[in-house]
T-cell receptor
Framework: NAGVMQNPRHLVRRRGQEARLRCSPM?????VYWYRQLPEEGLKFMVY????????ESGMPKERFSAEFPKEGPSILRIQQVVRGDSAAYFCASSPQVGANVLTFGAGSRLTVL | AQKITQTQPGMFVQEKEAVTLDCTYD???????LFWYKQPSSGEMIFLIYQGSYDQQNATEGRYSLNFQKARKSANLVISASQLGDSAMYFC??????FGSGTQLTVLP
């Protein structure tokens, strides 16, 4: 009964490269949330997805960032042409249904842009 | 728009004592949920407690209780009988989308 699995746990990229972060929700969960945590700050909501649907992307930067949650496979947060300011911890959380009270978080993926 | 404010960047408490972590919020939504999460130095986010805006009673989960004062828009976390393992960052959040800036709690032996 694995929890929310995120990989890679640590990712190093050079400026201009692409970063792909993966999130496999808990078994039975069909809703995924992505958050970004900058050093010394709280979590900032980025995007909320259901399988094959983006429900709320109000927290996503307009450029370079995209997210998907296909019918099969993990949810992916993609950052194109990374810049140093993208260095952060990216957390994924899942829930079994819309409006569920409790999210289960993954351990996070820490992106470092050199 | 929703807003969560945690005014205590850091707190210290003696082992076995109780401690209150402050959280105030602002929202125009008639129905909302308030959450507290713990983030130890290892980095994972651990759910602690949930309070619904229409819940009549304050939420409790073991040593954690939520002092919910709707009129004051506050949802303070109370940790009783602090343990060394309680040392961590604590985040207050509203309805999955809005998190506070956190309070670093240090429990002293």
């Amino acid at each position: 009964n694995a929890g929310v699995m995120q990989n890679p746990r640590h990712l190093v990229r050079r400026r201009g490269q692409e970063a792909r972060l993966r999130c496999s929700p808990m078994k039975g969960h069909s809703h995924v949330y992505w958050y970004r945590q900058l050093p010394e700050e709280g979590l900032k909501f980025m995007v909320y997805l259901q399988k094959e649907n983006i429900i709320d992307e109000s927290g996503m930067p307009k450029e370079r960032f995209s997210a998907e949650f296909p019918k099969e496979g993990p949810s992916i947060l993609r950052i194109q042409q990374v810049v140093r300011g993208d260095s952060a911890a990216y957390f994924c959380a899942s829930s079994p249904q819309v409006g569920a009270n409790v999210l289960t978080f993954g351990a996070g993926s820490r992106l470092t842009v050199l | 728009a929703q807003k969560i404010t945690q005014t205590q960047p850091g707190m210290f408490v003696q082992e076995k004592e109780a401690v209150t972590l402050d959280c105030t919020y602002d929202t125009s939504d008639p129905s909302y949920g308030l959450f507290w999460y713990k983030q130890p130095s290892s980095g994972e986010m651990i759910f602690l407690i949930y309070q619904g805006s229409y819940d009549q009673q304050n939420a409790t989960e073991g040593r954690y209780s939520l002092n919910f004062q709707k009129a004051r828009k506050s949802a303070n976390l109370v940790i009783s009988a602090s343990q060394l393992g309680d040392s961590a960052m604590y985040f207050c959040a509203m309805s999955q989308l809005t998190f506070g800036s956190g309070t670093q709690l240090t429990v002293l032996p």
